[in-house]
C-alpha cells in the first residue's frame, strides 16, 4: 500500500510567517517578555526544530535571562517554556479558527486524490498536536482529516532532522519504506525523511527556498493547482514528469513508480 505523509508547518499551509510568528510575538507580549521576533529572527529560529525548543533558545541570551528575572533552576525554566507554550499554541489555534493562515495550493487536491486511491495518508510534524490538527482540519476539510493519523509534539524524544517522527509512522502504521513518499519544505525535515530512509518530495517557502536539497527526489515551489499559475520545478532526480501542477502519478513516480495517471489529468504546463 502506498503512502504519503506530509509535515504540517509550511507544507500544508503558510502558518511560520503567518501563524507561528505573530501567536510566539503574542505571547512574548502576554507574559511581559522583553523580545519581540522579526521575521529574520525568526527565519533563524526555523533551524531549531520544535515551539518549546525555539523559546528555550532565550535562554542562551544572558540580557534576556536578566531583564526577563529567568530562575536558574531548570525544572523552574521548564515549568515558565510549559505555560509560555500553552499560551503560543491557543494563540496560534486563535489564528488558525480566525482564517488567517492560507492553507497551501494543492495540498487538499492531492490529499483527496492519494485517499480516493487508496493510499495511506499520515501528517508528522514537531509541532503541538493540537496546532497540527487543527491546521489539517483547515487545509482539508474536517471530514477528510479524521481520516489521517497525525504524529506531532513530543510523541518522539528528538525532534527534526532527527528521523524519530518518521521511523515511528513507518512503525506505527506498517508503512513499507519503499511504500512511503513524505512531503517537506525544509532542510531539516527533508533530512528527517530521509534519514528514515524514505524519499522526499519539497515544496519550498519563502523561509527555506535558499536551502539546499540535493536528498530530495523532487524540489517545486508548490503543489499547485488548476486555477493557479504553473508550478516551478527546482530540481528534479527522479522519474516524475510534473506539468502544470503536481498529481497523484508524479507522487508515485517518485516512489519509482510507472505514472498511470491518465493524459487528461494532466495538462500541459501554463494550461488550466
Known amino acids: 500500500m502506498s503512502a504519503l505523509v506530509f509535515d504540517c508547518d509550511g507544507v500544508l499551509a503558510d502558518t511560520e510567517r503567518f501563524g507561528h510568528l505573530p501567536a510566539f510575538n503574542a505571547t512574548f507580549a502576554e507574559h511581559g517578555l522583553p523580545v519581540r521576533w522579526s521575521e529574520d529572527d525568526y527565519g533563524e529560529k526555523l533551524a531549531i526544530g520544535g515551539g518549546k525548543e525555539r523559546m528555550a533558545s532565550l535562554f542562551q541570551d ?43 495550493p494543492g495540498v487538499a487536491r492531492l490529499v483527496a486524490e492519494a485517499l480516493d486511491d487508496g493510499w495511506t495518508v ?18 482539508v476539510g474536517a471530514g477528510t482529516a479524521a481520516r489521517i493519523p497525525v504524529f506531532a509534539g513530543d510523541v518522539v524524544p528528538a525532534k527534526k532532522p532527527d528521523p ?11 508503512l513499507d519504506h519503499g511504500d512511503t513518499l513524505v512531503v517537506e519544505d525544509s532542510r531539516n525535515g527533508l533530512l528527517a525523511a530521509t534519514g528514515a530512509g524514505l524519499p522526499c518530495l519539497v515544496t519550498v517557502n519563502g523561509y527555506t527556498r535558499h536551502e539546499p536539497f540535493d536528498e530530495a527526489v523532487l524540489v517545486v515551489s508548490e503543489l499547485g ?8 520545478v527546482l530540481a528534479n532526480r527522479g522519474g516524475a514528469q510534473p506539468g502544470h501542477h503536481v498529481v ?7 516512489l519509482g513508480r510507472p505514472d498511470r495517471t491518465p493524459s487528461t489529468d494532466r495538462p500541459e504546463r501554463g494550461t488550466a
Not at 530562575?71 to 525554566?77: G, Q
Open 225 to 232: 493547482d488548476p486555477d493557479r499559475p504553473p508550478i516551478e
Open 122 to 139: 499520515a501528517v508528522a510534524s514537531t509541532s503541538a498536536e493540537e496546532s497540527v490538527r487543527a491546521v489539517l482540519e483547515h487545509a
Open 248 to 254: 497523484l502519478g508524479d507522487a508515485r513516480a517518485c
Open 62 to 104: 544572558p540580557e534576556f535571562v536578566r531583564s526577563a528575572g529567568i530562575p536558574d533552576d531548570d525544572a523552574a525554566r521548564a515549568q515558565l517554556l510549559a505555560e509560555w507554550h500553552r499560551t503560543k499554541t491557543a494563540r496560534f489555534r486563535a489564528l488558525v479558527a480566525a482564517g488567517e493562515i492560507p492553507a497551501r
Open 164 to 174: 524519530a517522527i518518521y521511523d515511528l509512522v513507518l512503525q506505527t502504521l506498517d
